[in-house]
């Protein structure tokens, strides 16, 4: 479960990026986060990976507090987030299979697991047989499929992705979005930031709309519905 309590950022320039944001996020959601530029969207993604700390308030992610994680609890709270930035962020001088192995093996599996979960989660993304492609001989909707394989490959149970159709025409925005759901069907916990409001309209999930970096609104369905809910 996600829950951010009253949580404030403030970066060191000074800028109030979060001023008191407070929601929650279930096990097996499927959650859009929705609003303007710059009202907040990435600061809370970057809370919820670890990767900011809060300035005030309390950010809790499956179990763990992100207030006061301790240095080791770090690398576990990590293993249970997978992360999809729209830019992939695939490292581009290695095949699709050693993008994931090296994921692998930075939280220690073995080689038996790495070979066997692999191929299993190549298919699940649609890339059966691509493992031996580099990067750039992949589509964007493919590039992106290897990024979201890379989140998957170590079992989290939440992804949360960072306008991951940014980049990509709608055809393929709205394939990417599908697979995340299905995805989200099999039981991971889904959080998707995006500007793109008929992807939002297309899908019957639940919409939290950032404003000023405050919670404007909440609620099922529609963006425009969302935004004056
Ligand atoms: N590293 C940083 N240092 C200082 N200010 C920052 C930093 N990152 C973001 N900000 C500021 O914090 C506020 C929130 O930024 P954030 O990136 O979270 O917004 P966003 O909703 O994701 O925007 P966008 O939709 O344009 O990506 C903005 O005013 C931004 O300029």
Redesign the pocket.
């Known amino acids: 479960m996600i829950r951010m309590t009253n949580v404030e950022k403030t ?3 000074g ?1 109030h ?1 979060l001023n008191g944001i407070s929601f929650e996020i279930q096990d097996g959601e499927f959650v859009f986060l929705v ?10 993604i970057k809370l919820l990976t670890g990767e900011l700390v809060p300035s005030r308030g309390r950010v809790m992610i499956n179990g763990f507090s992100m207030s006061n994680i301790t240095r080791r609890q770090i690398p576990l709270m990590r293993r249970t987030v997978g992360v999809i930035f729209q830019d992939f962020r695939l490292i581009g001088n290695k095949t699709v299979y050693d993008n994931l192995s090296l994921a692998m093996r930075a939280v220690g599996a073995s080689a038996r697991e790495i070979k066997s979960r692999i191929p299993y989660v190549l298919g699940l993304v649609g890339l059966d047989g691509k493992g031996r492609r580099f990067p750039d001989e992949l589509s964007g909707g493919e590039q992106q499929r290897v990024a979201i394989a890379r989140a998957l490959v170590n079992n989290p149970s939440t992804i949360v992705a960072d ?1 991951p159709t940014g980049n990509l025409d709608p055809a393929r925005s709205l394939e990417i979005m599908t697979l995340l759901e299905r995805i989200n069907a099999l039981g991971t916990t889904v959080v998707v ?1 995006t ?1 793109e409001k008929s992807l939002v309209n297309h899908f019957d999930k639940r919409v939290i709309m ?1 404003d000023h ?1 405050v919670v404007a609104a909440t609620g099922v369905g529609r963006y425009e519905v969302a935004a004056h809910a």
């Open positions: 970066y060191e320039n800028t990026a609003g303007p530029s710059g009202s907040g969207k990435s600061t809370i306008e930031v500007h950032i970096g």
